[in-house]
């Protein structure tokens, strides 16, 4: 088996990178983990990617004159690390056109709502508000269009009395490190396709 070659797009705490860094390390996972790249040097992701002995890489937004410049050089250190998908995990910019199009159908997310509900930020909070009694998570495949992209899996959780934003969260985050591993899997091993 050969196993494909993955990077992870982070932003900050990396908990859903830290997940597929632990799935890839059973030797029958179709895929690996080779690059991290975060759009923050703070990012704490960053030293557990290191501290798993991963390639990694930040580069801030603002020190480029366009997104353009910014995303091709996403692209080119990506490249250099010779991946074959990108998972996007708490990576909090949104993407231009060229870049999406560019890892079409070779770039997947990780959303913390039952997609097509909830896109876009604060999903938890929303939920609440609305008063839904079921909530969950979904792994789609990164299209232009924001959390607009196919889903590949999904898990729920029932909406307990008394959740606040914060227990909601809390008790999702453990279904999004199973099923994004899960999510992973299937890709790389060509059970999912765009
Ligand atoms: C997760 O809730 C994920 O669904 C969302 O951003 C959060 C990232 O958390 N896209 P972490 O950095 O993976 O811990």
Same mark, same amino acid.
């Given at each position: 088996?050969?196993?494909?070659?993955?990077?992870?797009? +982070?932003? *900050?705490?990396? &908990? %859903?990178? =830290? $997940?597929?860094?632990?799935? #890839?390390? /059973?030797?029958?996972?179709?895929?690996? +983990?080779? *690059?991290?790249? &975060? %759009?923050? =040097? $703070?990012?704490?992701?960053? #030293?557990? /990617?290191?501290?798993?002995?991963?390639?990694?890489?930040?580069?801030?937004?603002?020190?480029?004159?366009?997104?353009?410049?910014?995303?091709?050089?996403?692209?080119?250190?990506?490249?250099?690390?010779?991946?074959?998908?990108?998972?996007?995990?708490?990576?909090?910019?949104?993407?231009?056109?060229?870049?999406?199009?560019?890892?079409?159908?070779?770039?997947?997310?990780?959303?913390?709502?039952?997609?097509?509900?909830?896109?876009?930020?604060?999903?938890?909070?929303?939920?609440?508000?609305?008063?839904?009694?079921?909530?969950?998570?979904?792994?789609?495949?990164?299209?232009?269009?924001?959390?607009?992209?196919?889903?590949?899996?999904?898990?729920?959780?029932?909406?307990?009395?008394?959740?606040?934003?914060?227990?909601?969260?809390?008790?999702?985050?453990?279904?999004?490190?199973?099923?994004?591993?899960?999510?992973?899997?299937?890709?790389?091993?060509?059970?999912?396709?765009?």
């Amino acid at each position: 088996m050969t196993r494909k070659r993955v990077a992870i797009l +982070i932003s *900050g705490r990396g &908990s %859903n990178m =830290a $997940a597929l860094i632990e799935a #890839a390390r /059973a030797p029958d996972y179709p895929a690996e +983990i080779v *690059g991290v790249l &975060s %759009n923050r =040097a $703070a990012a704490p992701g960053l #030293a557990t /990617a290191a501290a798993n002995g991963i390639a990694t890489a930040s580069l801030a937004q603002s020190k480029f004159l366009s997104r353009d410049m910014f995303e091709d050089t996403m692209t080119q250190i990506l490249e250099s690390w010779e991946v074959d998908y990108v998972c996007l995990a708490g990576f909090m910019r949104i993407l231009g056109e060229d870049f999406v199009n560019h890892w079409l159908g070779r770039m997947i997310n990780i959303h913390p709502s039952l997609l097509p509900a909830y896109k876009g930020l604060h999903t938890h909070e929303r939920a609440l508000a609305d008063g839904v009694t079921e909530h969950g998570c979904t792994v789609h495949f990164v299209t232009p269009g924001l959390d607009e992209g196919p889903t590949i899996l999904q898990a729920r959780i029932p909406v307990a009395a008394g959740d606040t934003p914060e227990t909601l969260a809390e008790r999702l985050l453990v279904e999004e490190h199973r099923i994004y591993p899960e999510a992973l899997r299937l890709l790389a091993s060509h059970q999912v396709k765009l």
